[in-house]
């Protein structure tokens, strides 16, 4: 129940082309959804998030879309550059655990082709 | 300003040895949460400490343990290595609660021959 499940493992898009990564939960107490890009040899660095009253969130070329009632939220990545391409997680927390734990999918390695 | 800043940035150690990795949060951050994070897959949770106190625990055996500072810097150790042990281990830091974003350093690059 504390799993995120993320698809596809691997995107490969073409520069200016729209990248879109899925993620799946069952838990319903998850109450905040981060997406973290990562490159080689660094560490997550956030994107963007949302929580479950928003349907829709966008900040520049990332937006995320949130479906309650699918459990399921994703990350659309508009007019997609080379510099785009790293790994990209997303992740929940769960409002009934103490703190800030988060719950992370297994990942997408995300090339955008010049 | 400065982020989350951890060292050692790349450790070698053998089975059976001990190790200590530090995390400095971003200055009034309080919370500190530990991950591992092994090759190809996402982070993992070990732990979170707030106000020098353990908040939250993952599914890790007790051959690990952390602690937080009074300045809320915070060490990870790990005793008894084993060879699965090898990963980037992770820290990042927050205010406190679910709805707070984490912000991570760049690891500590754990590697166990």
């Known amino acids: 129940q504390q799993q995120v499940k993320q698809s596809p493992q691997s995107l490969i898009v073409q520069k200016g082309g729209i990248s879109i990564i899925n993620c799946a939960y069952e838990?319903?107490?998850?109450?905040?959804f981060p997406w973290y890009q990562q490159f080689p040899g660094k560490g997550p660095a956030l994107l963007i998030a949302?929580?479950?009253?928003?349907s829709e969130k966008k900040e520049g070329r990332f937006t995320i879309s949130f479906n309650k009632s699918a459990k399921q939220f994703s990350l659309h990545i508009m007019d997609s550059q080379p510099g785009d391409s790293a790994t990209y997680f997303c992740?929940?927390?769960?409002?009934?655990?103490?703190?800030?734990?988060?719950?992370f999918g297994e990942g997408t390695q995300l090339t955008v082709n010049p | 300003d400065a982020g989350v800043t951890q060292s050692p940035t790349h450790l070698i150690k053998t089975r059976g040895q001990h190790v200590t990795l530090r995390c400095s949060p971003i200055?009034?951050?309080?919370?500190v949460s530990w991950y591992q994070q092994v090759l190809g897959q996402g982070p993992q949770f070990i732990f979170q400490?707030?106000?020098?106190?353990?908040?939250g625990r993952g599914n890790f055996p007790d051959r690990f343990s952390a602690r937080q500072f009074p300045n809320y810097s915070s060490e990870l150790n790990v005793n008894a290595l084993l060879l699965g042990d090898s990963a980037l281990y992770l820290c990042?830091?927050?205010?406190?609660?679910?709805?707070?974003?984490?912000?991570f350093g760049d690891g500590t690059r754990l590697s166990i021959l």
């Open positions: 949302i929580r479950p009253d928003v």
């Open positions: 838990n319903t107490a998850f109450d905040y």
């Open positions: 400490y707030y106000e020098k106190e353990e908040r």
């Open positions: 990042a830091s927050s205010f406190p609660g679910s709805t707070q974003p984490q912000h």
């Open positions: 992740a929940a927390s769960n409002r009934y655990t103490s703190g800030s734990r988060l719950t």
């Open positions: 200055s009034g951050h309080k919370s």
